[in-house]
Nanobody, 124 residues
């Protein structure tokens, strides 16, 4: 059973940076596509980014393009989300999730395993 733990969240001023980590235990990440999601108070969860396990394909939602970078270290069983030029609207709980590839027609998702989330707060 794959277990995911996010870390690296915190309070940062607008324009600052954070690096989130998603670390796996119970299994290697080499066979999983990893997605990053966030949920702001009172809003639905939204996809932020993903990185495929096979070809390294990456996806970013439009509002974070050019500011966020997803990367992976398979040996360390960790996927990172580098977040630069943070804005107050980036505030939320950030989750990582793993897709085992159950849907071959989808580049990212659906997701089978989820972490517990880490809080990111960007002050103006």
């Amino acid at each position: 059973q794959l277990h995911l733990v996010e870390s690296g969240g915190g309070l940062v001023q607008s324009g600052g940076s954070l690096i989130l980590s998603c670390t796996a235990s119970g299994s290697s990440l080499k066979d999983y596509t990893i997605g990053w999601f966030r949920q702001a108070p009172g809003k639905e969860r939204e996809g932020v980014s993903c990185i495929r396990h096979d070809d390294g394909f990456t996806f970013y939602r439009e509002s974070v393009k050019g500011r966020f970078t997803v990367s992976r270290d398979i040996a360390e069983r960790t996927v990172y989300l580098q977040m630069n030029e943070l804005k107050p609207e980036d505030t939320g709980v950030y989750f990582c999730a793993a897709d085992s590839g159950s849907d071959p027609t989808s580049r990212c998702g659906p997701y089978d395993y989820w972490g517990q989330g880490t809080q990111v707060t960007v002050s103006s």
